[in-house]
């Protein structure tokens, strides 16, 4: 997307004495008393705080009674064997993650993906389900102004770069006369029975696309989704023409294609692996979170954004659009955002983004001139490499 996933409770831990209660004598007329020895047991007990007096105990759950201050401990053979354990496991989720790297064809980042293309499929099939039902009551019909007009770049986009077609959307018969006495020219998407049609999805061989156009003006985004394309209406006055909405759905198509969705699944299993590894060591299960999120999570999302971007303005360049449209369509929504922190941000900050993309437009042109479709485009670009062959990338 343009604009895009915990408490510990502390128990089991007693602070107690084990002096035992001072035998006092009595001193009687005609005999002396001796109180019969104390039966009191100190609690096997577990102190949080290392700070206690020097009589206290620290005792292991089910440990031997010791004698002193430090007995009932963790023996050295328990520690071996529980980081052996670990070693283990760290191991074999090392081998597992080398046995499933792969590069991305389009800009040859290794990453980290186990997930199979049928079972893509299958969410990619899951993921239309659910923005049809979360969607409801607001899908802009096929034979609605703005539904053709995105429809129309969509398409020159999968076209020219052999991607595939959009599945026909149009309006079943049954539902014709529904549609026209509907004032608000909304379609009910339950009333429409057909499903994905082909065995895979889209960016694992799948040439079958979707597309969606929810009518709220609130929402200022685009989005895809195993090959299923969202775009609200809130977004068209940012993408400002055509060009802009190419750049926009440019983007999210390269989202696509680089199976980013599928790639942040399989990161989930990472993110989890890694902090019950921290937890295991003994760091703070909140601690360890924070830091993967900011130091995996969150770079990886941005990276992905990045490739993206890369992505995206090579596929408007090959459908003969104006590379220049991204950069000046990201500069009209990083004002309409504000300023954002790069750091803790799933999307990269939009001067330094804006700076990648103009640093990628000589090669984008170069890809618009050789284009079979973009005749006619050659000179444009030699005046662009007049103006902007001497400045330094």
């Known amino acids: 997307m343009l ?9 089991g831990f007693r602070l107690t004495s084990n002096l035992t209660p001072r035998s006092r004598s009595l001193a009687l007329p005609t005999h002396t008393h001796t109180p019969a020895k104390s039966k009191f047991v100190p609690l096997q007990t577990r102190y949080f705080s290392s700070n206690h007096p020097h009589q ?18 963790f023996s050295v053979k328990e520690l071996r064997t ?31 993906m186990d997930v199979s293309p049928k079972y893509e499929t299958e969410l990619a099939e899951e993921s239309r389900q659910q ?3 979360e969607f409801k009551g607001k899908i802009l019909p096929a034979d609605h102004p703005l539904t053709r007009h995105v429809r129309r770049v969509v398409t020159r986009l999968l076209d020219a770069n052999d991607l595939g077609t959009l599945r026909s959307s149009g ?45 709220d003006d609130k929402v200022v985004n685009a989005m895809a989704s195993y090959g299923n394309v969202i775009v609200f209406t809130g977004i068209l006055p940012v993408a400002k023409d055509e060009e802009g909405l190419a750049a926009i759905l440019g983007h999210e198509i390269g989202h ?25 060591l003994g760091l703070d299960f909140g601690f360890s979170q924070l830091a993967l999120t900011l130091l995996y999570q969150l770079p990886n999302s941005r ?11 090579s596929i408007c360049a090959k459908a003969c659009y104006d590379p220049r449209a991204s950069p000046a369509m990201f500069d009209r929504l990083r004002k309409f955002e504000g300023r954002t922190w790069d750091f803790m941000s ?48």
């Open 3 to 11: 604009r895009s996933l915990r408490s510990r409770t502390l128990s």
């Open 56 to 73: 206290n105990r620290y005792v292991r759950f089910g440990g031997e009674k010791g004698s002193g201050g430090g007995g009932g401990g």
């Open 82 to 112: 529980g980081y052996g354990v670990v070693f283990i496991l760290a191991g074999t989720g090392a081998l597992y993650y080398v046995l499933h790297l792969e590069q991305v064809p389009e800009t040859g980042r290794w990453r980290f």
């Open 131 to 133: 923005l049809l039902h």
């Open 171 to 215: 309006l079943p018969r049954r539902l014709q006369h529904q549609h026209q006495s509907d004032p608000d020219g909304l379609w009910n998407p339950d009333a429409e029975e057909v499903g994905r049609t082909e065995d895979v999805a889209p960016g694992v061989g799948g040439r079958e696309w979707e597309l969606l156009v929810v009518n």
């Open 256 to 280: 696509v294609v680089a199976r980013h969705n599928s790639e942040r699944y399989s990161q989930t299993k990472i993110f989890i692996g890694l902090a019950y590894l921290l937890n295991i």
């Open 303 to 313: 990276a992905h954004e990045y490739e993206a971007d890369k992505i995206g303005l």
């Open 346 to 393: 799933t999307h990269p900050a939009g001067e330094k983004r804006i700076k990648q993309l103009e640093a990628m437009l000589p090669q984008a042109y170069e890809l618009r001139a050789a284009s079979p479709a973009c005749g006619g485009m050659g000179d444009a670009f030699g005046a662009f490499s007049e103006v902007f062959g001497s400045a330094r990338w």
